[in-house]
Every structure is written in C-alpha cells, then in structure tokens.
C-alpha cells in the first residue's frame, strides 16, 4: 500500500521537475541568440573610422610628426588620400618614363612635407605642399585636360617662341615649353593680369601681352600671341 502511494507521487512530481530543467537548460541558448543577433546589427564602426583616416597606415610606430598630424585632421586626411589617388593615375602613365623620375620625386615631395614640421603653421605648411604636389601631377601628367593652349612669340623673333598649357588645377597651373626647356608654374596673387611663377621661371600675362621670364637672373622677354 505505501509503496503504491510513493509511485503515485513520484509520477506527478517527476514530469514537473522534467519540465523545470529543460527551461532552465534553454536559457543560456536564449541568451546566446540574442548576444548574437546584437553584434550581427552592430555598425561596423571600424570601417567608418578607417574611411576617414589618410592613405597609410596611423598605427605605424615609425611616423613622422607630420604624419601624425594628418592622420588627426580629416582636411589633411582627405588631401593624402586625393594624393594617393592621383599618384596612382601619373604612375599609370609614367610606366616608360625615361629616366624614371616619378617615384624618386614622390620620396622627395614626402621628405618636404615632413619638413613642415619646423613651420610655425604646420597644418598650413601641410595642406599647401599637398595641394601643390597635386596640382604638379595633374598637369605635368594631364590627368586632367588644359583649359586653354596658347603660344607666345617674344621680342618680335620668331623663333623665340614660348608654348603654354593652362590648367584649371587648384591651384592653377600651366606648363610652359622654351626650345628645349618646360617649366611647370603655379599661380600667385596678383593686383591685375595673371601670374604665374615656377622654379626659375615666371609669366605674367596682362591684356594680351605676357612678360615671360626663363631663367635665374634673366631679363623679361615681351611676348604677344602668336598669329
């Protein structure tokens, strides 16, 4: 009899504890489903960061403190990676570049912009070597088409003639070719006309007439369009 009553029991206390246990089993499963749909709908912060930063690497040990300025502004940030960009496309086209300058002048240029380091406006000192740096490759690689060609005949000679390609860079460019010689000119503020000044170099065209300049010391030759 008593043992009839403890079966009797035992079968109703069984299936609840049955029913206890396979809850409280399924609970870390619940739990690590939605840990996991959580992190799946996370942003991917990462990238977004990533997206901001120049075209090197801001985790390096070995930056220049240049370096580390550009990868804390984003102007400067998005010039590099403009850079980058258009060093690309010159490299493209400088493939049979006889010598091949182009990768030794980038060293260089990088070299320079390091040097900003001793301006008392680096962020200036950084933001004009990249815009001029990409403004040179634009033109002297026509990344971009001239917006206008032009020849000069200089001192009435004929055969003193300076050929010129304007360039809508920022800033502006042309590429001015005397006999054998092409320099490449930036322009600068001016009260009338336009300026132009390169290494050794410089035009300044005002209605119509240009006074060019070539060479270190040279005088101004007086240069009309050509017919």
């Keep these: 009899m008593n043992r009839l009553v ?3 029991i035992a079968s109703i206390l069984l299936p609840a504890c049955s029913q206890q246990a ?3 089993n ?3 499963s619940s739990k690590a489903r939605s840990a996991a749909q959580t ?5 991917n912060k990462p990238e977004n960061h990533t997206a901001n930063q120049p075209s090197f690497d801001c985790g390096s040990d070995k930056l220049s403190s240049i370096e580390v300025l550009v990868c804390q502004d984003s102007e400067l940030a998005a010039l590099d990676r403009q850079l980058a960009e258009v060093y690309q496309a010159a490299s493209a086209k400088a493939v049979n570049e006889q010598p091949p300058l182009l990768k030794a002048e980038q060293r260089g240029w990088i070299k320079g912009r390091d040097e900003c380091w001793k301006s008392d406006d680096k962020h200036s000192c950084a933001f004009d070597n990249y815009q001029m740096r990409i403004a040179e490759l634009q033109a ?3 990344l971009i088409a001239p917006s206008a060609e032009v020849s000069y005949q200089c001192d009435g000679i004929a055969a003193k003639e300076v050929v010129v390609s304007y360039f809508a860079t920022e800033p502006a460019t042309l590429i001015a070719e005397f006999g054998d010689s092409v320099s490449l000119m930036y322009s600068q503020p001016s009260g009338s006309g336009s300026r132009y000044q390169g290494r050794n170099e410089s035009l300044w065209e005002h209605q119509g007439e240009a006074r060019i300049t070539w060479g270190y010391g040279a005088e101004p030759m007086i240069c ?4």
């Design 6 to 8: 403890l079966l009797a």
């Design 22 to 24: 396979t809850q409280t």
């Design 26 to 28: 399924s609970e870390p």
């Design 39 to 43: 992190e799946n709908q996370a942003p």
């Design 140 to 142: 002297r690689y026509r």
């Design 224 to 227: 009309k369009l050509a017919d």
